[in-house]
């Protein structure tokens, strides 16, 4: 496993604190068009996801690694489908935990 650049568990309202950075966040589809996806946050703000696969081809539920370009948008590198059902709310207790003073646990 490459840890040279690890992708930080963000949620809409943490992604702010990595602009710049590699992120990972799971993401409930809304739509998807042209290569960019609409997604809602585990915390429910929505993402709009660059370079994305056609929706078509996605789940109800992705994660997104990828470059974080503003607090709204994701570059994404690499689209995974999570299926149709997800816990939002644990894996949003996930980044905080992730983002707290437990973080070294986490990168």
């Known amino acids: 496993m490459d840890t040279s650049n690890p992708a930080v568990l963000v949620n809409g309202e943490i992604i702010r604190r990595y602009v710049g950075r590699r992120v990972r966040c799971v993401l409930k589809v809304i739509r998807g068009d042209g290569g960019i996806l609409q997604g809602e946050t585990s915390d429910g703000q929505q993402i709009s996801v660059k370079q994305a696969p056609p929706a078509i081809s996605l789940s109800q539920f992705v994660e997104v690694i990828g470059v974080a370009e503003n607090d709204r948008?994701?570059?994404?590198?690499?689209?995974?489908?999570?299926?149709?059902?997800?816990d939002m709310s644990s894996y949003n207790q996930l980044c905080q935990l992730a983002n707290s003073e437990h973080q070294s646990l986490f990168i």
Not at 73 to 86: L, M, P, Q, S, V
């Open 73 to 86: 948008t994701i570059r994404a590198e690499i689209c995974t489908n999570f299926g149709d059902k997800f």
